[in-house]
């Protein structure tokens, strides 16, 4: 069994809902990265989703845009990720590491050169948010072939049809993408993902993960009543940001904001 | 990379391309987010049905005639042609369109085509800020809400564009992000379509983007080929023996490639920017000096580092200062059907005044590209050739950007 796999098999037994907190790696420094995720961890995340910086983040909304040209200011590569990953796998063998960015750096490295790498660095899943499941079959082939899952996005407007599409190509979990815009904005519906999570369900055997605008401990509570997962990207990044002159600080004070989530979260009962 | 063969059904002509995914062999495609998968299709869906519709072509048609002021003229530049003493030279006018270029005959489309959508509301990214003033142009006359997105870098060196928006009544948003030009312009535009895609019709400016973009604005620039082969038969009795356009997202020379691409004997050249020469790095000449990436919802040639970062372009002229290219050119490139090459700033600028003092015209500096090469190419070939070069836009907006190279005060 994948380390997602058995995650989500475990938290399904526990009633409790996953939490995945994104960062970008190398934002501020690429020193911060490695000590982050483990606190991270020790906050209570369940499964780190690692941003691979990109020049051009068409999907991302300010405050992650600013954290891909803080990395990029380090000329943070797609191998130097891959050895982060790596060195966090010293410590940590059981928490499942996803990449999220886009896919030109997977496009330019190769699909099959990345997919090596990254199972042999500990990677478990890849998520390219500019990669549809119509595009995607080279690279889910060469993600498979390494145990790799193949993540794919699914949205307010994605039919039924999309659904079983990606759940055909993918693996380890479904991300659904609470409303249409870009990530950090504020615009979350509870009541109408909730809706949204239920058709998906009915489509779908893969775990469901909801992502974009879960600002605080209130939200990320009340999507963990029915979905599998909770991601949090900008809510946790704008606190990275905060401390960008005191980088030392960030492993200890960043997460405090992954913890206050996983304690509200762990006050609901999940009814996934 | 992908396997080509798996992508390439073998067509029976190169003009019957892209397949119904949108790809031009293994090139083109949609590489989005999820959000834009619906609409994209919507789009597709409706562009299918509205550009086989009669009713559609003689609106389009007419506001083509009436509005833009078609069929642009194809003038003999025989002063020109004299001077480089070799091949003869034919401009294809497209800077007598109103608005200054060409842009306006795939605005005039596509907001037909939001009109029919019943979209209420149009954005566009910018470069030069021609596109911006076509797109601006068609949403005053169909009464659309009109954003256009443009870096903060061409909001200063195109000043005077920014105010026609403006006055316009569109909106123009500066963006700071990234390098602040074009391809930021673009992602920004992405971002408010991806938020706003229920009422909002996206308005691309070239042959780049997912599908159905590249094959749609191809489509609605060939009026400048199928113009100007029928014009070069009537006035040289002859097909041209080759054509030549600048080339930054690529929507002019596909436009005027595109209905000759069956015709063997026909040669093709595209001219990237070169801007300070190919050897400096300082360009932005993607076919010439990159390699294959995805960008902007395509799989094209692109400006990148060895880490598939995207670089920052150079080019005197910001309708070509952008990294990528439209994925057909990176298709007629590979097959070999087109050839791509450079033109420096120095070039351009050269064939800019050249143009302007010997045959009254005064070029854009995009199009002055196109003109350098035809400077190069037109003295080795005999006095009975013909070289074919479309003149996508007029000088004007260029005028300060010149007079200030020159240490001039305007």
Not at chain 1, 123 to 149: I, R, W
Request: charged fraction near 20%; proline fraction near 5%; aromatic fraction near 6%.
């Amino acid at each position: 069994m994948s380390r997602l796999a058995a995650r989500f098999a475990t938290l399904q037994e526990q009633g409790r809902t996953a939490l995945i907190p994104y960062i970008t790696a190398g934002d501020p420094q690429p020193s911060v990265t490695v000590p982050l995720m483990h606190a991270l961890v020790a906050a209570g995340a369940d499964i780190l989703e690692l941003g691979v910086p990109f020049s051009d983040p068409m999907a991302d909304g300010p405050v992650i845009q600013a954290a891909c040209e803080r990395a990029l200011e380090h000329h943070v590569s797609l191998h130097q990720i891959l050895d982060m990953v790596r060195t966090f796998r010293q410590q940590d063998e059981q928490t499942p590491v996803v990449l999220m960015g886009y896919l030109n750096p997977v496009e330019v490295m190769g699909y099959q050169v990345f997919s090596t790498a990254a199972h042999e660095a500990g990677v478990d899943g890849v998520l390219t948010v500019d990669l549809p499941p119509e595009e995607a079959h080279d690279l889910v082939v060469s993600l498979k072939a390494e145990q790799l899952d193949p993540i794919f996005l699914a949205a307010p407007n994605s039919d039924d049809e999309r659904i079983r599409l990606m759940t055909q190509s993918g693996g380890g979990f479904l991300y659904y993408v609470s409303f249409k815009g870009v990530t950090g904005a504020n615009r979350l519906d509870v009541q109408s993902v909730k809706e949204k999570l239920t058709r998906i369900r009915s489509n779908t055997e893969l775990p469901v993960g909801v992502g974009f605008g879960i600002s605080d401990a209130e939200s990320a509570a009340r999507i963990a009543e029915f979905a599998d997962a909770v991601i949090v990207g900008s809510a946790l990044v704008k606190r990275i940001a905060a401390l960008v002159d005191r980088p030392e600080q960030i492993p200890a004070q960043a997460p405090q904001v992954i913890a206050e989530m996983r304690a509200a979260m762990d006050q609901v009962v999940s009814t996934s | 990379m992908v396997t080509q063969a798996k992508r390439t059904e073998q067509p029976v002509s190169l003009s019957d391309l892209p397949d119904a995914r949108g790809h031009f062999g293994p090139y083109g495609g949609c590489f989005v987010a999820e959000t834009l998968m619906g609409p994209l299709e919507e789009l597709r869906l409706a562009y299918e049905k509205h550009c086989v519709d009669p009713e559609f072509q003689a609106e389009l048609d007419a506001d083509l005639a009436r509005f833009v002021g078609r069929p642009s003229p194809l003038y003999h530049a025989e002063r020109w042609s004299r001077k480089l003493g070799g091949a003869q030279i034919y401009l294809k006018r497209e800077d007598l369109n109103h608005t200054g270029a060409h842009k306006i005959n795939n605005t005039v489309g596509q907001g037909l085509l939001a009109q029919r959508m019943g979209k209420k509301r149009v954005i566009a990214e910018t470069g030069a800020g021609q596109h911006g003033v076509a797109t601006a142009t068609v949403a005053a006359r169909l009464g659309m809400e009109c954003v256009v997105y443009m870096g903060a870098k061409d909001i200063q060196r195109q000043a005077i564009n920014v105010y026609r928006m403006r006055l316009l009544g569109a909106e123009v948003v500066s963006v700071e992000s990234g390098s602040k030009t074009l391809k930021d312009a673009l992602n920004e535009a992405m971002r408010d379509w991806v938020t706003n895609v229920d009422d909002t019709f996206y308005i691309i400016g070239t042959v780049a983007g997912p599908h159905p973009y590249p094959a749609m604005v191809r489509d609605f620039q060939t009026i400048i080929g199928r113009e100007a082969r029928a014009q070069i038969l009537e006035q040289a009795g002859r097909l041209p023996d080759g054509l030549i356009a600048c080339v930054g997202g690529g929507s002019n020379a596909m436009g005027l490639f595109y209905p000759f691409l069956d015709d063997k004997g026909v040669a093709m050249y595209g001219v990237e920017g070169g801007g300070e020469g190919i050897e400096s790095g300082k360009h932005a000449a993607p076919l010439c000096a990159g390699s294959p990436g995805v960008l902007h919802g395509n799989r094209t040639y692109l400006m990148e580092d060895q880490d598939g970062q995207i670089i920052e372009t150079h080019s005197v002229s910001a309708g070509l200062d952008y990294p990528g290219v439209g994925p057909e050119h990176a298709w007629l490139k590979d097959s070999g059907r087109a050839r791509y090459v450079a033109a420096t700033d120095q070039q351009a600028l050269e064939c800019f005044h050249e143009l302007t003092r010997i045959e009254g015209i005064l070029p854009a500096l995009e199009s002055s590209h196109a003109l350098a090469y035809a400077k190069q190419l037109a003295p080795t070939l005999d006095k009975d050739k013909i070289l074919l070069i479309n003149l996508s836009g007029r000088g004007d907006k260029d005028i300060h950007t010149v007079a200030q190279l020159e240490g001039i005060k305007v």
